[in-house]
C-alpha cells in the first residue's frame, strides 16, 4: 500500500536508495525510477528527465513555483506532475532542482524551485501512461516511464 | 513477444499475426515487410504494440503494420487501425501527441549545380526564417480570436493573411482543413502552448530539407507534380507543436476514467478510448481536428518563410526562385473514411499513427491534376540518405485502408545512437557529402543518425513491391535544419 500522507523534502538525504536510469527505446526515451516513497519517486522521475533533456540551469535568480495536484491514484499523480514541469519549461522556459512535497490525503502540493533555462538539447513532447504501474520492490517503489520526443 | 514462428506468410512482402495469437485480440494484424525488414522489426516491440492495438473495441478487418514501424508508446509508429461508426472507439494514442504530425513538399524548376555554391547562405536564411528548437517561438503573435480562426480554418486562415496560395491549398490533403474542429474542445492551456508556435519547427526529428530530385520512376506522375530531375526541392517534416501535444494529454488523462464509465479493458493504458458516438469521443474529434488544422497552419507558414528564404538567398542568382507546391500529407491523423470491409462499404475511423494516408486514382478529394495518378505519398528518409515521393493504389484501398508508409523507421535506441556516433563528426561527415547541415543541438544530431534508422530505399521497395504505393521520384538532400 503506497503512503499518501507524508512529508517530503526532495533537497534532503532520503534513507533509502533512489535513482534513475535510461533503459533502450527505439524511437522515444523510457525512464527507470525507483525510490522508498511516492514523494521521492517523483523527485527522482523529475531529475531523469530533466536529465535526459540535458536540461541546463541558469546560475540566478533562483524562482519558486507552487503546485497542486489533486489525485485519485499514485500513476495519474506522475503523470500529472511531469506534465506541469513539462508544460513550465515550454511555457515559460524553467527547470527544477529543489522539490518540497506535501501529501495530505488525496492532495499534493509542491513546492518547485529552480530557475531559467540556460540551454536545453530535448523537446518533451508528453509523459505517457504506457504499461504504467508504479509496483512495489526490493529497491522500492519503481516505475518505468515512457516519454514521448 | 512475438516470435517469427508466430506468423504467418501471406506473399513476400505481406505477414499475418492471426487473431488466435492472443484470446483478446478482435482482429488480426497485417504486416508489410520483407522478411529482411521482419528480423529487424521484431527486435522491439512494435509487434506486441500492434497486438495491443488488435484489442480496441469496435476494430473491423485488421490492423496494418507498415515496413518502417518501430516501438512506440501504446500504438506503435507505424501502424493502421479502423473502427466502425457509430460506436466503435477512438483512441487519442493511436493517433499520436503530435496531432497532424506530417510532410510537405515543394518543388521548383531551380537546377542544383546553379545554385550548388550558394546553398550554404540559404542554409542559414532558412535556419533564421524558420525557428527550430525546443519550446522555440515563431514570428507570429496570435491573439486569442486569431487562433480560434487558425483552429477553425486551418489553411484558409494562412490564405486569408498573405501565408498561402490557392494553389497551395487545392495541394494539401482535405484543402488543410478539417470540417468539425471545437476550439471550445480545447483547453486554455493548450491554447496558450499554441498561440506563440505557429510556424515553428520544433526539435526531435523535424526537420527543413532542400533536396535534389535524384531519379524519376514514374514519369508521368513526376511531370503532373513538376518534380525534374537535378532540381531542386524544399521538404517540411513538422506537426501540431505544444498545441496538439497539450490536447493530446488532456484527452489521454480525461479517457483514464472514460475507459472505465464504459467498460472498457484494455491491455496498456496509453490505448484509452472512447466510443465515437460519445460525448467524450465527440469531445476528442472536435479538439483533434483543431490541432490537425492548427499542423496545417503551421507548415504552411513555414513553406512561406522557406519561399522568402529562396527569394532573399537566390532572386538575381537565378531566373526562377519560385517554390510550388507538390502535396502537404499527414501521417498522424484520425479521420472519418469510407472503406469496403468484406464487400461492403463501411463508415470508419481510420486511426493512422506514423502512416500516411495513400488514396488511389480516381479518388474526388484530390485535386484534378492528381486523379489520374493517385495521391502523392511523401516519405522522409534519415538524414544523409533520401527521402521518396511516392503515389497512392488502388491496392492500398483493398489492403491498407488507403494507407503507406511514412518514413524510415527508428531502428537503434538514441541513447546507443549517442553513445556510437558524435555529432559534430556526423556533422562533418554529412558536409564532406555535400549535405549543409544546421543543428540546434549536436547531441539531438547524433540521435538522428543515419545509422539510427532502417533502410528508407528498403522500407520504399516494400511498399511498392506489395502493391500499396508506387515510386515516383527518389529525392538526396544537400540542406538540413533541424532544431
Not at chain 2, 127 to 154: A, F, M, Q, Y
Not at chain 2, 272 to 286: F, I, K, N, W
Not at chain 2, 362 to 374: D, K, N
Amino acid at each position: 500500500m503506497l503512503e499518501k500522507t507524508k512529508w517530503y523534502t526532495g533537497t534532503m538525504r532520503p534513507k533509502s536508495h533512489f535513482g534513475f536510469r535510461e533503459i533502450a527505446h527505439t524511437a522515444d526515451w523510457e525512464l527507470e525510477v525507483w525510490a522508498p516513497d511516492l514523494g521521492t519517486l517523483l523527485v527522482q522521475a523529475a531529475r531523469g528527465m530533466y536529465h535526459l533533456a540535458e536540461a541546463k540551469l541558469s546560475s540566478h535568480p533562483r524562482l519558486n513555483r507552487k503546485i497542486e495536484f489533486s489525485f485519485q491514484e499514485p500513476e495519474t499523480l506522475l503523470i500529472d506532475f511531469l506534465t506541469e514541469l513539462i508544460f513550465l519549461t515550454e511555457s515559460e522556459g524553467l527547470a527544477f532542482d529543489q522539490y518540497e512535497l506535501q501529501f495530505e490525503g488525496d492532495q499534493l502540493i509542491a513546492l518547485v524551485s529552480g530557475a531559467e533555462l540556460e540551454s536545453i538539447s530535448k523537446e518533451i513532447k508528453a509523459a505517457t501512461y504506457h504499461n504504467l504501474i508504479i509496483r512495489e520492490s526490493e529497491r522500492g517503489l519503481i516505475a518505468n516511464i515512457v516519454f514521448d520526443v | 513477444m512475438v516470435s517469427l514462428q508466430d506468423l504467418k506468410q501471406i506473399n513476400r512482402f505481406e505477414w499475418e499475426i492471426p487473431q488466435s495469437y492472443r484470446a483478446d485480440m478482435r482482429v488480426p494484424v497485417r504486416i508489410f515487410a520483407t522478411r529482411q525488414l521482419l528480423e529487424q522489426i521484431k527486435n522491439d516491440k512494435s509487434l506486441e504494440q500492434a497486438t495491443n492495438a488488435a484489442t480496441l473495441p469496435g476494430l473491423v478487418d485488421r490492423v496494418v503494420v507498415m515496413p518502417d514501424v518501430h516501438q512506440g508508446y501504446g500504438f506503435p509508429i507505424g501502424g493502421v487501425a479502423a473502427t466502425r461508426l457509430p460506436h466503435g472507439i477512438i483512441s487519442p494514442g493511436a493517433i499520436g501527441y503530435d496531432i497532424n504530425c506530417g510532410v510537405r513538399l515543394l518543388a521548383s524548376q531551380i537546377e542544383f549545380d546553379a545554385v550548388k555554391n550558394h546553398l550554404s547562405d540559404l542554409a542559414n536564411t532558412l535556419n533564421h526564417l524558420c525557428p527550430s528548437g525546443v519550446g522555440k517561438k515563431g514570428h507570429l503573435r496570435l491573439k486569442n480570436v486569431e487562433l480560434e480562426k487558425v483552429i477553425r480554418d486551418g489553411s484558409r486562415w494562412t490564405l486569408q493573411h498573405g501565408y498561402a496560395t490557392e494553389a497551395d491549398l487545392r495541394r494539401t490533403e482535405e484543402r488543410g482543413r478539417l470540417e468539425g474542429a471545437d476550439p471550445t474542445k480545447i483547453s486554455k492551456r493548450a491554447k496558450d502552448r499554441g498561440r506563440p508556435q505557429l510556424g515553428t519547427l520544433g526539435a526531435g526529428n523535424h526537420f527543413i530539407e532542400v533536396d535534389v530530385v535524384d531519379q524519376v520512376f514514374h514519369p508521368q506522375a513526376a511531370q503532373v507534380m513538376g518534380l525534374t530531375v537535378g532540381h531542386l526541392v524544399v521538404m517540411i517534416h513538422c506537426g501540431s507543436r505544444g498545441f496538439g501535444h497539450q490536447i493530446c494529454t488532456d484527452y489521454v488523462r480525461e479517457f483514464q476514467s472514460a475507459v472505465k464509465r464504459y467498460s472498457i479493458q484494455l491491455p496498456d493504458r496509453e490505448l484509452v478510448c472512447a466510443p465515437l458516438d460519445s460525448p467524450e469521443g465527440q469531445a476528442y474529434l472536435g479538439a483533434m481536428r483543431g490541432a490537425a488544422n492548427y499542423a496545417f497552419a503551421n507548415r504552411q507558414v513555414l513553406a512561406h518563410f522557406a519561399r522568402q528564404a529562396f527569394e532573399e538567398t537566390l532572386a538575381g542568382k537565378v531566373p526562377n526562385w519560385h517554390l510550388h507546391q507538390v502535396y502537404d500529407i499527414a501521417h498522424n491523423m484520425g479521420k472519418i473514411e469510407t472503406h469496403e470491409v468484406d464487400g461492403v462499404p463501411v463508415e470508419v475511423c481510420v486511426h493512422r499513427k506514423g502512416a500516411t494516408r495513400a488514396f488511389g486514382p480516381g479518388y474526388q478529394g484530390l485535386p484534378a491534376e492528381y486523379r489520374s495518378i493517385g495521391q502523392p505519398v511523401l516519405v522522409p528518409g534519415s538524414m544523409g540518405t533520401a527521402s521518396w515521393v511516392l503515389v497512392g493504389t488502388a491496392e492500398s484501398m483493398q489492403r491498407s485502408f488507403g494507407s503507406s508508409c511514412h518514413g524510415a523507421g527508428r531502428t537503434m535506441s538514441r541513447s546507443k545512437a549517442k553513445k556510437m556516433i558524435w555529432g559534430e563528426d556526423l556533422r562533418k561527415e554529412l558536409q564532406s557529402q555535400g549535405i549543409h547541415i544546421r543543428a540546434g543541438s549536436m547531441a539531438g544530431l547524433a540521435e538522428e543518425a543515419p545509422q539510427a534508422y532502417k533502410d528508407v530505399d528498403a522500407v520504399v521497395e516494400t511498399v511498392h513491391g506489395a502493391g500499396i504505393a508506387n515510386k515516383v521520384a527518389r529525392l538526396r538532400p544537400v540542406v538540413v535544419i533541424k532544431g
